[in-house]
């Protein structure tokens, strides 16, 4: 492959008409609910970025490295320090490190440092168990994107099989979901429950309806208008030639993991039987945040 073949795919892409799914209809019958606060919320949230003194401009630093035309995409010398400050810095917040703290709240990136509020509630509400598993996937997100920066670095189209090698990692859901817990009232279900292999199939299965319904199939379009093609639809084109195939085909394999993660779902209701009242309740309130993430992300958009 040739290091213009990416562009000639945006080229090819420009354009064209295509007939998206009804990716709402794929999700009949999840739970949907628009929290009361809504409103209230966005005003938090807006005061809260606005409060480390950098507004709207960490708006858009958030995406420097997830994006192609980001400040840091095309800078692996510069963006591995970021990673390990960034890697750092949280381990820091979760009282994870061993030995002096290397990086006082007060001397971290600005942008980095965003991440203290969050931090010392998990501190506050989760067990050491519960912040390692966050702290591994957030080590696992910030190791794949090193993979996917290389990937695209290299100045060559990838392959579908090397896109999947990094999205789950670089899509950073498995650390939304490891906060699933602590959005339901700081529930703590046990190990044996969270190292159940339908449970990591259920995480794998909600970071891939995530990302594909609205990052490959929803933002399609801004993808493309940003000279993105790293995404589901962009690859397929590459082999497929036909965009509406490479849509299809995109959809299809969205459909196919839903179902996967229904069944896998109700494989883990029929064994709560081995839990307690309580422990199955939690279970049960899992599946349903991890289902949240996936109609809320869509609806979100």
């Known amino acids: 492959m040739t290091q213009e073949e990416p ?51 960490v708006r858009i630093t958030l995406g420097k490295i997830d994006m192609d035309n980001g400040s840091l995409w095309d800078n692996f010398e510069l963006s591995n320090p970021y990673r390990k400050e960034t890697r750092d810095y949280v381990r820091y917040c979760l009282d994870l490190t061993s030995g002096p703290h290397i990086y006082p709240v007060n001397s971290a990136n600005a942008t980095i440092q965003a991440f203290e509020t969050i931090g010392t509630a998990i501190r506050k509400a989760y067990n050491y168990e519960q912040r390692q598993r966050f702290m591994d996937h957030m080590d696992g997100f910030l190791e794949m994107t090193q993979q996917e920066q290389m990937l695209r670095l290299r100045g060559t189209l990838l392959s579908v099989e090397e896109f999947w090698s990094y999205r789950l990692g670089s899509s950073a859901v498995h650390v939304i979901i490891a906060m699933n817990e602590f959005a339901w009232d700081n529930k703590s279900l046990p190990t044996l429950v969270m190292e159940d292999g339908s449970m990591k199939l259920l995480w794998d299965y909600t970071n891939i309806i995530v990302s594909t319904s609205v990052n490959d199939i929803v933002s399609l379009k801004k993808e493309i208008a940003s000279g993105s093609i790293g995404s589901m639809i962009p690859l ?14 995109t959809a299809e394999f969205l459909v196919l993991n839903v179902k996967a993660f229904e069944e896998t779902a109700q494989k883990l209701l029929k064994t709560e039987k081995r839990y307690n009242v309580e422990e199955a309740r939690d279970m049960c309130d899992f599946i349903k945040g991890c289902q949240f993430y996936c109609s809320g992300n869509l609806t979100w958009r």
Do not use: C, K
Not at 238 to 244: E, F, S, V, Y
């Open 7 to 57: 562009n000639s795919i945006l080229t090819a892409l420009h354009g064209q008409s295509i007939v998206l799914p009804d990716l709402n209809a794929m999700l009949d019958g999840w739970p949907r609910e628009i929290n009361q606060n809504l409103d209230q919320l966005r005003r938090d949230v807006d005061e809260w970025l606005d409060s480390y003194s950098f507004g709207m401009t």
């Open 236 to 249: 397929l084109y590459a082999h497929l030639r036909d965009a509406q195939a490479a849509v299809d085909q």
